[in-house]
């Protein structure tokens, strides 16, 4: 079974960037489809961006299009998302997840695995 391990995220400042990654252990995410979701305090779960198997195909959230940039070296493994210009409505838990299908889904449904979360804040 894929299990999700992910890393980056923390504290910034508004304007600032971060960038979170995503692996998995034990097995190549090369051959999935992946997306990344966000969950602020007191709010649903919400779609931010997705990427097909060979990253060739990229969806966004009309929130962060222009801002973040989903991308993935399936030579080494992880999916990134590079987050520009955040804000302080950014603030959120991030989850990386692997799509049941081989396109670029924002429906959450349709991810099988999800990573463990990870906190970014961005201070106004």
């Known amino acids: 079974q894929v299990q999700l391990v992910q890393s980056g995220g923390g504290l910034v400042q508004a304007g600032g960037s971060l960038t979170l990654s995503c692996a998995a252990s034990g097995v190549s995410l090369s051959s999935y489809s992946m997306g990344w979701f966000r969950q602020a305090l007191g709010k649903e779960r919400e779609f931010v961006a997705a990427?097909?198997?060979?990253?060739?195909?990229?969806i966004y959230a009309d929130s962060v299009k222009g801002r973040f940039i989903i991308s993935r070296d399936n030579a080494k493994n992880p999916v990134y998302l590079q987050m520009n210009t955040l804000k302080f409505e950014d603030t959120a838990v991030y989850y990386c997840?692997?799509?049941?299908?081989?396109?670029?889904?924002?429906?959450?449904?349709?991810?099988?695995?999800w990573g463990q979360g990870t906190q970014v804040t961005v201070s106004s």
């Open positions: 990427t097909t198997w060979s990253g060739s195909s990229t």
């Open positions: 997840a692997v799509a049941r299908m081989t396109w670029a889904s924002a429906i959450g449904a349709n991810y099988g695995t």
